[in-house]
């Protein structure tokens, strides 16, 4: 096999999971971010590849050389930028396995596993996050869910679907009209506050997309969006698709369903829901809330490389009608065709996508959910809400803060003030590397949004953030700094932070020793002819 046999291999195997493991343990004592600059990695390595193969030794040593000063280390607990992409032990076991196995599934009989595994993850996970039934696979319509490589896929292809559908059903009622014409007046519509990957599915999907203003709160009201509509439809355009947010990217917003479906359903506009992070707190009765007029959706999508425990790329989506989709992308040629093609619980998904190939997702699902459990999950969504909140209640101690919005497991907040104060601040926070977190505007104000990430956050890593925002509040607003008044303020921060049976992801030494010696005996047993 190529230059690497397989003992080298199982070597070479172990020493990276030794690697992985020990980095993840110990990830707490290293900066966030890293401390180089543009270019550093053109001057280490050379400019093209070497005639000679390398041994595998060699390369673990530049790997750590090289690679490992320029990363950001996103599961960090110390890391509270962007969404968190969290990973555990158990999806990155399930990710080693389907890598070994270099599955491409992109139709039933290229390996029937790993369509019917993912037809039966896509149902467990709309079970555990309460979907409406419409859209599971075991229910009596035509729905089912599909896992996608992102959030920004799965919008992508609810545009194209919904532009397709659009097309052939304006074709019949406007015969006068020319494909051109039609696909010249359609639109789209998706709030202001949406992820960037919406406006960019317009772009690619050729079609006009539409921001529409939020309410004051970073919500897409009801109103707005069908006076939008209403104006578009007086000045001959097509609506084709609205797609509303749950969980936007600034403040984890939700648009109003309630008030957008009804409109939807009644003049055929596609309802796609973007629930990248916060779709995942549907687990939680409590939240179901968020979700209100999903029923009424067309398709929906959350990344379980977001708050699932799932490492990227892994995003879950589902549509109300399958048929739809695979009206729209189907093409059939004779050296994808097998006999088996059609049937309901074996569905070829190359033709619910972009791509024709695709990798072997559900093992790392089917793996990570079946060693966690539904109430594991639960408990630790609860648990990083509770963080949040813990540190929501530091902001709230300091009268120099104060705290714009909080939903889920992200705080904004600000220094009161101009907003020049908040921008040094984060500035200064950014350039020590102990803490990353990034800016928001709210209501016309700059914000500093705190999010939950990283593989294990817990209460100590929440104490740890918030003195760092403060003591470096202090140095900018010329406070002395006191050692008796901070040390009491760290002993008052200790007694908040102590919260018993804190809920964990894994048990440090004796979960990562587990994995790796299941993993050193497997290879072990091999090698023996076991």
């Known amino acids: 096999m190529a ?43 050379p400019g093209e590849l070497q005639n000679e193969p390398e041994d595998w030794k060699t390369i673990m040593e530049d790997f750590k050389r090289c690679i490992l000063p320029g990363l950001t280390h996103w599961q ?38 790993c369509t019917e595994l993912e037809v039966i993850m896509m149902n467990w996970l709309g079970q555990l996050l309460n979907l409406p039934k419409s859209f599971l696979n075991c229910d009596e319509g035509n729905g089912g869910g599909i896992i996608q490589g992102s959030a920004s896929e ?26 051109a014409e039609i696909r010249g ?48 439809v007086a000045n001959g355009l097509f609506p084709v698709i609205c797609v509303a947010t749950v969980g936007t990217t600034g403040t984890c917003a939700y648009d109003n369903l309630a008030e957008i479906g009804p409109y939807c359903n009644e003049n055929r506009i596609w309802l796609h829901i973007d629930a990248a992070y916060a779709g995942a707190a549907l687990c939680l009765p ?17 990344n379980l490389h977001k708050w ?18 695979t009206k729209s992308f189907s093409v059939d040629r004779i050296y994808l065709q097998h006999q088996y093609q059609g049937h309901s619980k074996a569905p070829d998904y190359r033709h619910w996508q972009i791509q024709l190939g695709r990798r072997f997702r559900s093992l790392k699902v089917w ?29 709230r101690t300091d009268d120099r803060f104060e705290v714009l919005c909080s939903t889920l497991a992200l705080v904004c907040f600000r220094l009161k003030g101009d907003d020049a104060r908040s921008k040094q601040l984060l500035d200064n926070i950014t350039q020590r590397k102990k803490v990353f977190m990034i800016p928001a505007t709210y ?19 929440i104490e740890y953030a918030w003195n760092e925002i403060r003591s470096q509040a202090d140095l900018l607003l010329g406070v002395d700094q006191d050692p008796k008044q901070l040390e009491t303020e760290n002993s008052n921060s200790s007694e908040m932070a102590e919260v018993d049976d804190e809920p964990k992801l894994f048990e440090k030494s004796s979960e990562i020793g587990k994995i790796t010696e299941s993993l050193n005996n497997f290879a072990i047993s091999h090698e023996k002819g076991q």
């Open 308 to 325: 699932m425990f799932v490492n990227f790329d892994c995003c879950a989506m589902w549509f109300k009608d399958a048929g739809s989709v």
């Open 3 to 45: 230059n690497m046999d397989i003992n080298e291999f199982r070597e070479f195997g172990r020493a990276a999971i030794d690697f992985v493991a020990d980095y993840l343990e110990n990830i707490r004592d290293r900066d966030v971010l890293p401390s180089v600059e543009p270019g550093y990695l053109h001057e280490m390595l």
């Open 76 to 113: 960090s607990p110390h890391f509270h930028a962007f969404y968190p992409s969290q990973t555990s032990y158990s999806s990155i076991v399930g990710e080693t396995l389907a890598a070994g196995l270099g599955v491409v599934g992109f139709s039933w009989i290229c390996s029937p596993v």
């Open 185 to 232: 007046r359609l639109v789209a519509y998706t709030s202001d506050q949406s992820n960037s990957a919406v406006e960019k599915s317009g772009i690619l999907g050729a079609i006009k997309m539409r921001l529409l203003p939020a309410d004051e709160t970073g919500i897409l009201r009801g109103s707005t969006f069908i006076r939008a509509v209403e104006e578009d």
């Open 154 to 179: 799965s919008i992508l292809v609810a545009v194209l679907a919904a532009r397709e559908q659009a097309v052939r059903r304006l074709k019949v009622d406007h015969p006068e009209l020319t494909d």
């Open 367 to 395: 793996i990570t959910l079946r060693t966690m459990g539904a109430e594991k999950i639960r408990q630790l969504i609860r648990f990083h809400i509770q963080l949040a909140n813990r540190f929501e209640e530091y902001v």
């Open 286 to 302: 409590e939240y179901a809330h968020i979700m209100n007029g999903a029923e009424m959706a067309d398709s929906l999508n959350f």
């Open 443 to 461: 209501q016309g104000k700059f914000i500093i949004r705190f999010m939950i990430c990283g593989i294990d956050p817990q209460m100590h890593d």
